[in-house]
Protein backbone atom coordinates (compact mmCIF):
# COMPACT_ATOMS: atom_id res chain seq x y z
CA UNK A 1 0.00 0.00 0.00
CA UNK A 2 1.17 3.43 -0.82
CA UNK A 3 -1.03 6.59 -0.84
CA UNK A 4 -0.03 10.31 -0.34
CA UNK A 5 -1.47 11.29 3.12
CA UNK A 6 0.83 14.63 4.25
CA UNK A 7 2.33 17.49 3.18
CA UNK A 8 5.31 18.99 5.61
CA UNK A 9 5.72 22.55 4.70
CA UNK A 10 8.90 25.05 5.74
CA UNK A 11 7.91 28.01 8.30
CA UNK A 12 9.59 30.62 9.78
CA UNK A 13 7.21 30.39 12.15
CA UNK A 14 5.40 26.77 12.72
CA UNK A 15 3.59 28.03 15.58
CA UNK A 16 2.82 31.41 13.56
CA UNK A 17 1.58 28.79 10.58
CA UNK A 18 -0.29 26.78 12.96
CA UNK A 19 -2.01 29.75 14.48
CA UNK A 20 -2.95 31.19 10.86
CA UNK A 21 -4.79 28.56 9.32
CA UNK A 22 -7.25 27.51 12.93
CA UNK A 23 -7.87 31.65 12.71
CA UNK A 24 -8.25 31.36 8.97
CA UNK A 25 -10.47 27.94 8.90
CA UNK A 26 -10.81 26.98 11.71
CA UNK A 27 -8.45 24.01 11.52
CA UNK A 28 -6.81 22.36 14.71
CA UNK A 29 -3.13 22.85 15.15
CA UNK A 30 -1.25 21.08 17.57
CA UNK A 31 2.30 21.94 17.94
CA UNK A 32 4.68 18.99 19.01
CA UNK A 33 7.62 20.58 20.40
CA UNK A 34 8.97 24.16 19.90
CA UNK A 35 9.84 23.40 16.10
CA UNK A 36 7.02 21.58 14.74
CA UNK A 37 3.20 22.03 13.92
CA UNK A 38 0.47 19.88 12.88
CA UNK A 39 -2.41 21.09 11.20
CA UNK A 40 -5.63 18.81 10.70
CA UNK A 41 -8.75 19.43 8.78
CA UNK A 42 -7.65 20.86 5.49
CA UNK A 43 -8.74 17.64 2.90
CA UNK A 44 -6.02 15.91 3.54
CA UNK A 45 -5.20 13.58 6.22
CA UNK A 46 -3.05 16.16 7.92
CA UNK A 47 -0.04 18.47 7.49
CA UNK A 48 2.72 20.43 9.34
CA UNK A 49 5.17 23.07 9.43
CA UNK A 50 8.73 22.61 10.11
CA UNK A 51 10.70 25.74 11.41
CA UNK A 52 14.00 23.87 12.44
CA UNK A 53 16.56 25.23 9.40
CA UNK A 54 18.86 21.62 10.31
CA UNK A 55 15.08 19.46 9.46
CA UNK A 56 13.47 21.36 6.95
CA UNK A 57 13.53 20.98 2.80
CA UNK A 58 13.42 24.19 0.33
CA UNK A 59 9.91 22.85 -0.64
CA UNK A 60 7.06 21.65 0.74
CA UNK A 61 7.41 17.82 1.31
CA UNK A 62 4.83 15.14 0.43
CA UNK A 63 5.14 12.18 2.02
CA UNK A 64 3.31 8.56 1.17
CA UNK A 65 2.32 6.25 4.03
CA UNK A 66 3.40 2.37 3.52
CA UNK A 67 3.00 -0.35 5.57
CA UNK A 68 6.54 -1.74 4.70
CA UNK A 69 9.14 1.29 5.12
CA UNK A 70 12.41 -1.25 4.25
CA UNK A 71 10.61 -2.52 1.30
CA UNK A 72 9.41 1.07 0.50
CA UNK A 73 13.31 2.19 0.57
CA UNK A 74 14.37 -0.50 -1.67
CA UNK A 75 11.95 0.14 -3.98
CA UNK A 76 12.96 3.53 -3.79
CA UNK A 77 16.72 2.92 -4.82
CA UNK A 78 16.11 0.10 -6.78
CA UNK A 79 13.99 2.67 -9.00
CA UNK A 80 16.77 5.31 -8.99
CA UNK A 81 15.65 7.27 -6.12
CA UNK A 82 18.25 8.70 -3.75
CA UNK A 83 17.84 8.36 0.19
CA UNK A 84 18.37 11.76 1.41
CA UNK A 85 17.78 10.86 5.20
CA UNK A 86 17.92 7.20 6.51
CA UNK A 87 14.80 6.00 8.54
CA UNK A 88 14.63 7.90 11.78
CA UNK A 89 11.31 7.57 14.34
CA UNK A 90 9.38 10.90 14.99
CA UNK A 91 6.49 11.30 16.67
CA UNK A 92 3.72 8.74 15.47
CA UNK A 93 6.16 6.53 13.37
CA UNK A 94 9.18 6.17 11.22
CA UNK A 95 10.21 7.82 7.65
CA UNK A 96 12.91 8.16 4.85
CA UNK A 97 13.49 11.14 2.90
CA UNK A 98 14.88 10.38 -0.68
CA UNK A 99 14.97 12.14 -4.06
CA UNK A 100 13.38 11.20 -7.42
CA UNK A 101 15.04 11.54 -10.44
CA UNK A 102 13.98 14.72 -11.64
CA UNK A 103 14.87 16.34 -8.23
CA UNK A 104 11.87 16.65 -5.83
CA UNK A 105 12.54 15.41 -2.70
CA UNK A 106 8.96 13.30 -0.97
CA UNK A 107 9.02 11.05 2.20
CA UNK A 108 8.15 7.61 2.99
CA UNK A 109 6.76 6.91 6.28
CA UNK A 110 4.95 4.58 8.54
CA UNK A 111 3.45 4.43 11.68
CA UNK A 112 3.65 3.22 15.00
CA UNK A 113 1.85 0.47 15.42
Known amino acids: MYEIDFVEFPS ?17 AAAY ?3 Y ?3 QGGGVVSFGFQQDAAARTAAPLVTIRT ?9 VEA ?16 R ?3 REP ?6 VWTPDS
Open 33 to 35: GPT
Open 37 to 39: TDV
Open 79 to 94: AGGVVTAEPFSFPGGR
Open 67 to 75: DDLERAKAS
Open 102 to 107: GGAELA
Open 12 to 28: SSAAGSGRFFEKAFGWT
Open 96 to 98: FHF
